[in-house]
């Protein structure tokens, strides 16, 4: 029999807005929200597990959710007073899900023989870092890694902004100097793009295993990186200010090395 929770008290739901709300509790419980069949299936596509599914019934049916429910999920029909304290957006249909957390170590990416990788070093708005995953995605490149992280990737922000793209790209987190280590042992050529020392981004060979690194407007790169840089590149600009938005920054890289690549 399908448990229902008809009060927005209830000690559970307030346990989800908590998960909703703080990293603290997602780190601590291993786990985070999900809102809306796109995104859900997304998520179970990508290998995530779906603990427990909440759907209100006059939206969604339980025989929708069959493709997203597997021995390790629970099934929790909520009222529409409930559904509405835990949906942020209204195009949720019915359904929020919280889904298993995956490690997200460089150990665990698998890249291919001539691979591209997009390192953001220390992103912090969650618009920005859903831009860049939603560009990583298009481009259909092998990984993404945040190096030194301010946010934790399952900030809802994040993933409604990556309209879900948190769940199709292969993501690892880890420290610079880890990931310099990282890339150094697999013989990745690394571009910088900094001010610094730098050519045109188009005049580079991006046919070899190739890592794009790209740091905030603020700030730019650390010194790390530069020093382990095999090339430092800058995208020309033609207008008054000197930097652009750290995703429009990526998604040139990308497809500048896809397009070498003839987009195979």
């Known amino acids: ?44 596509k990508g290998g995530y597990v779906m603990k427990t ?22 099934l929790i029909e909520i009222s529409k007073d409930v559904y509405q304290k835990l949906a942020y957006r209204d195009t949720t249909e ?31 708005k969650p618009g920005n870092i859903g831009a860049i995953l939603r560009t990583a995605d298009a481009a259909n490149i092998d990984a993404v890694i945040i190096a030194n992280p301010r946010s934790d990737l399952y900030n809802p922000n994040i993933i409604r902004s990556s309209v879900g793209c948190v769940f199709t790209n292969q993501i690892a987190m880890a420290t610079t100097e880890e990931a310099i280590a990282f890339l150094k042992e697999r013989n990745i050529n690394i571009y910088c793009a900094t001010l610094q020392d730098s050519t045109s981004y188009h005049t580079r060979n991006y046919t070899e295993a190739t890592a794009f690194v790209v740091g905030t407007e603020a700030t730019g790169l650390t010194q790390q990186w530069r020093d382990a ?36």
């Open 229 to 264: 840089s095999t090339k430092n590149i800058i995208i020309p600009m033609s207008g008054v200010i000197d930097s652009m938005n750290v995703s429009v920054a990526a998604s040139i890289l990308l497809f500048e090395a896809k397009r070498q690549r003839d987009f195979k």
């Open 94 to 124: 019915g359904v929020i899900a919280i889904a298993q957390s995956k490690t997200l170590s460089l150990a665990d990416l698998k890249l291919s023989e001539n691979p591209i990788i997009l390192i953001a070093e220390a992103p912090e």
């Open 1 to 44: 029999m399908i448990k229902k929770i008809d009060s927005p008290q209830n000690p559970f739901i307030k346990s989800i807005v908590q998960l909703q709300e703080k990293a603290r509790n997602r780190k601590q419980s291993n786990s985070f929200i999900i809102e809306g069949v796109r995104e859900i299936e997304l998520a179970t």
């Open 53 to 74: 599914l909440l759907f209100y019934a006059d939206i969604i049916s339980e025989q929708s959710l069959k493709p997203f429910i597997t021995a390790e999920t629970e």
